[in-house]
Structure formats: structure tokens, C-alpha cells
């Protein structure tokens, strides 16, 4: 029996983008996305959420939702999950995602602590211990945004990868200021050993050239549209088949 049902979680559909590995030309994973269904933008939804009762429930909300979702369509590769600087699982509910999908399915997990509302120090050191148990990877939202605004961030929470923004991104490629600024943005992050996620990849020019600069993962459009993901086909079991007549 789910050790998952004794746990009150509001419901939130999510959907899914695509991470590209631009070495290999292979999905790296996806990006679980909030979509509510009532159409409201994820930001309202997250600021209507928030003004209701905090961040907490929100935080434990997105984890077991998406990974509920992740897990039981079967999808392949990492999944990125947003966390808010200022909250974490508590130890009872990290573990009891674990006993419910296992510690090598929780080691895809990607930990993508967004730049918004305000860091908590003592919330980051067990969202920490919690990503060294489970062996999770811990990645920056929007680096060179909100609280991730220089690279002093990288000391305080030593991350595994960081994500560039759309908004850095977009049309960079007619302004000569700004595309010499992410060449160097990334070269000074790829000598820090960090994996480099650029976001909102909109056309085959913006991948190229970024794949030239040095990023490790590629998200946007022209990568893949966030969508829903249908279940796998269903394969019977040997014992569901019955015998021919």
C-alpha cells in the first residue's frame, strides 16, 4: 500500500519540457512545468498560493505531484523540479517519497532552487542534506537574477549546474553586448566545473551558437514545447494473456 496517501497533497497537473544534451543530441530529461487548469499563469497561481498559506504545502505540493506524475508515466532521463529557496521537505516527507520510489529513481531528480522569494539559510541546509542523501542534483534557477544575481551565489549554495534564462537569451543574437556577455557568462561558468542549462531556445542559430559558447543542456521551443505526455502503452503481463482456444 502507498506510504504516499496518509499525506494531505493538493493536486496540481503539471506538463513537461524537454532538456536536450547538446554534446550527445539525446534527452537529458524534462522540466515539470505547473499548469493550472483554470488558466490562471503559474506565477498567480504560485502568488495566490502563497498568499493562502505560505510556501510550505506549496513546496510539498510541487515535489509529490510531479514526481507522482514523472514516475508514473514512465518518462526517461532527469527530472527538474523548482523549490523555493525559503522552504524544504522535512525529513518525514523526504523520506517518504523515497520508500515510495526508491532511491535510485529519487538520484534523477534535479533540485532547481528558484531566485524568488528569499533565501532561508536554515531551510537551504536541509534542502541540501537532503539532495546529498538521495544523491539529487543541485541546480540555480535564472543565475544572474533575483537573489542568484552574482557569483558570490556560487559559494553560498556550490550548486551542480545552473540555469541561464530565457529572458538573457531571447534575440541575443542582435545585440552584440549581450552575446558577448553570455560567451563569457558561460566560459566563466564552465570553469567553475558547473553543468550549464540555457533556457528558451528559440531557433537552430540561437542553439548552435550557444552549443558553441560551451553550454551542457538546451531548453525552449525550438527544443521542444511543454506538453503533456501520454502513458505508455500498455505491455500485458505474461499472466494477463490468455490462452489461445
Not at 498559506?53 to 514523472?70: M, P, R, S, W, Y
Not at 553586448?177 to 558561460?186: D, E, G
Request: with cysteine; net charge negative; aromatic share 12%.
Amino acid at each position: 500500500m502507498s506510504v504516499v496517501k496518509p499525506m494531505y497533497i493538493n493536486p496540481i497537473p503539471y506538463v513537461f519540457q524537454e532538456i536536450r544534451n547538446v554534446k550527445t543530441n539525446s534527452i537529458f530529461g524534462y522540466e515539470a512545468l505547473l499548469r493550472p487548469e483554470n488558466g490562471m499563469s503559474a506565477r498567480d497561481y504560485i502568488n495566490s498560493r502563497m498568499m493562502m498559506g505560505g510556501t510550505h504545502q506549496l513546496e510539498v505540493d510541487t515535489f509529490f505531484n510531479a514526481i507522482k506524475t514523472f514516475y508514473e508515466l514512465k518518462i526517461p532521463g532527469h527530472l527538474v523540479i523548482n523549490s523555493f529557496p525559503n522552504e524544504c521537505l522535512n525529513v518525514y516527507e523526504a523520506k517518504v517519497l523515497a520508500n515510495e520510489y526508491g532511491k535510485e529513481f529519487m538520484s534523477r531528480i534535479i533540485i532547481d532552487v528558484l531566485e524568488y522569494p528569499f533565501p532561508m539559510r536554515d531551510a537551504w541546509f536541509e534542502k541540501e542534506r537532503m539532495m546529498l542523501r538521495y544523491d539529487m542534483i543541485n541546480a540555480l534557477n535564472s543565475f544572474g537574477d533575483g537573489i542568484f544575481r552574482d557569483f558570490s551565489c556560487l559559494q553560498d549554495f556550490h550548486p551542480d549546474m545552473v540555469t541561464i534564462p530565457k529572458e538573457l537569451i531571447h534575440d541575443f543574437l542582435d545585440d552584440p553586448q549581450r552575446k558577448m556577455y553570455l560567451k563569457n557568462l558561460i566560459a566563466t561558468l564552465k570553469e567553475q566545473d558547473l553543468i550549464v542549462l540555457a533556457m528558451g531556445i528559440e531557433n537552430v542559430l540561437e542553439y548552435i551558437t550557444l552549443a558553441e559558447f560551451g553550454i551542457d543542456l538546451a531548453q525552449g521551443y525550438y527544443v521542444g514545447m511543454p506538453k503533456k505526455i501520454d502513458p505508455p502503452e500498455f505491455i500485458p503481463d505474461d499472466n494477463d494473456i490468455e490462452p489461445e482456444e
